[in-house]
């Protein structure tokens, strides 16, 4: 599908901003940083609080942490992408899907779920158009179809 230089240029944006957005919630989680608890709490939490097991526990940190890094820099992007909407769901259905939209007047004790439904919107663009022309993606189909053609035409 060809696509405007234009729409390349907001796919990046979003991929990037997506990426770097979500990669520093993921940091709280792996790393601590930014205010976060870090792995040991992260996990903890995870699985002794919400009840998640222990690899897919592992798996939302890392996809947080470094798959978002993967997406900003446009590698694996509906993949990275998907896991993203699977974790916002997750979040909204385990912890602030009770809270309804948002704390307006601060009397629950969390907050609501409009950022992951943002996020949720927002990665389902990337899934459903791939990482864009500004993208590892492209970069890799680009090198991996150079090398079907010089293929074809020894055979």
């Given at each position: 599908?060809k ?8 796919l990046l944006?979003?991929?990037a ?7 520093a919630h993921?940091?709280?989680k792996?790393l ?14 995870f699985?002794?609080?919400i009840?998640?097991?222990?690899v897919?526990?592992?798996l939302?940190?890392?996809a947080e ?5 993967a997406?900003?820099l446009?590698?694996f992007?509906r ?9 916002m ?6 912890t602030?899907?009770e ?12 907050e609501?779920f409009e950022?992951h439904i ?6 389902l663009?990337v ?5 864009g022309s500004y ?7 680009a090198?991996?179809?150079t090398k ?7 055979y």
């Open positions: 599908m696509t405007s230089k234009i729409s390349d240029i907001s944006i979003l991929r901003s997506l990426g770097i957005i979500i990669a993921g940091a709280q792996l601590g940083w930014f205010g976060g608890f870090g792995f040991d709490a992260s996990m903890a939490f699985t002794n609080t009840g998640l097991p222990y897919l526990s592992l939302i940190i890392l942490s470094i798959g978002m890094i997406l900003a446009g590698l992007s993949v990275f992408a998907a896991s993203l909407i699977a974790i769901l997750g979040a909204i259905l385990t602030h899907g809270y309804f939209f948002m704390n307006w007047f601060n009397a629950q004790p969390s609501g950022f943002l996020v949720i919107l927002l990665s663009v899934v459903l158009n791939g990482g993208s590892l993606d492209a970069v890799i189909h090198k991996i179809s079907r053609k010089l293929a074809a035409l020894f």
